[in-house]
């Protein structure tokens, strides 16, 4: 097959992707009053909520509301997943089956308002634990999400993507982790470079790399002055806007 078969066969996946998307939206909708009190109740305006039924990608935290005030689990709504048992509607895990998980700003916010100390006032969204299964294997009880926004790990993670990031404290090893660097908030890949130095590293290699002594980097708020903190370690990632 050609470049040009595999762009069209890609393009039209898309498409598909988007169709059915948008008419499990509308089924959704049609099963939980209509488009007026979905809005009331998902907090989403209604011209949004339009715009999503004409075609427009879902915002996350938008996919959130909406799957809550509809009834229907995330996954379902926005990738398809849990096929229903029934024949008119789709499947959905019980109070049991939703945990609460931090969202937290963009990767541009400030290093310090990521600190678990400083979560007082986070919003937090409802997963299903199903669907963390699937994506991460298992689940971990120190969990937040968070969006990407610049394309400095691209192909690995791309912008828009939303990443899981563990941040319990450990032992820092190589892997894709959220971190402060003089309280700028970036998402890189951190390796070692020999026993007293870290590679801080984009898999996007038009940007440079840089290294950091291991006696300049801590996790979380452990060390006082240091030049990079992490925040946390990336264990999973998923791409809603198909």
């Given at each position: 097959m050609?470049?040009i ?5 890609n ?9 059915n ?6 089924f959704?909708?049609?099963k939980?009053?209509g488009n007026k009190?979905?809005s009331?109740?998902s ?7 339009n ?6 990608n879902?915002?996350l935290?938008?996919a959130i ?5 509809c009834?229907v689990?995330?996954?379902w709504?926005?990738l398809?997943?849990?096929?229903s048992?029934?024949?008119?509607y789709?499947a ?14 963009a990767e ?6 990521l600190?678990?100390?400083n979560?007082e ?7 299903s634990?199903?669907?963390?299964l699937?994506i991460?294997?298992f ?5 937040f999400?968070m969006r ?9 993670i791309?912008p828009q ?6 941040y319990?404290?450990e032992?820092?090893e190589?892997g894709?982790y959220v971190?402060s660097?003089n309280?700028l ?15 801080i590293?984009?898999?996007?290699k038009d ?6 002594a291991?006696?300049?980097i801590c996790w ?10 992490v925040?946390g ?9 198909s």
């Amino acid at each position: 097959m050609d470049n040009i078969s595999k762009q069209k066969l890609n393009s039209s996946e898309e498409d598909i992707g988007k169709e059915n998307r948008i008419e499990r939206l509308k089924f959704a909708i049609q099963k939980a009053g209509g488009n007026k009190a979905v809005s009331q109740n998902s907090g989403v305006p209604l011209g949004t909520l339009n715009n999503y039924l004409a075609g427009r990608n879902m915002k996350l935290d938008a996919a959130i509301r909406l799957a809550g005030a509809c009834g229907v689990s995330l996954e379902w709504l926005a990738l398809g997943k849990e096929e229903s048992s029934h024949s008119d509607y789709p499947a959905m895990g019980g109070e049991g089956d939703l945990c609460m998980l931090p969202w937290l700003p963009a990767e541009s916010a400030a290093g310090h308002a990521l600190m678990p100390h400083n979560w007082e006032h986070t919003e937090e969204m409802p997963v299903s634990r199903r669907f963390l299964l699937e994506i991460l294997g298992f689940i971990p009880h120190h969990l937040f999400m968070m969006r990407v926004r610049g394309d400095s790990m691209l192909p690995s993670i791309r912008p828009q993507d939303v990443i899981f990031v563990n941040y319990k404290p450990e032992q820092i090893e190589p892997g894709i982790y959220v971190l402060s660097v003089n309280g700028l908030v970036l998402v890189k890949r951190l390796g070692l470079k020999d026993p007293r130095t870290y590679m801080i590293m984009s898999d996007n290699k038009d940007y440079q790399d840089f290294d950091v002594a291991m006696d300049d980097i801590c996790w979380g708020a452990a060390v006082p002055d240091v030049e990079v903190r992490v925040i946390g370690k990336v264990i999973g990632h998923i791409r809603l806007d198909s």
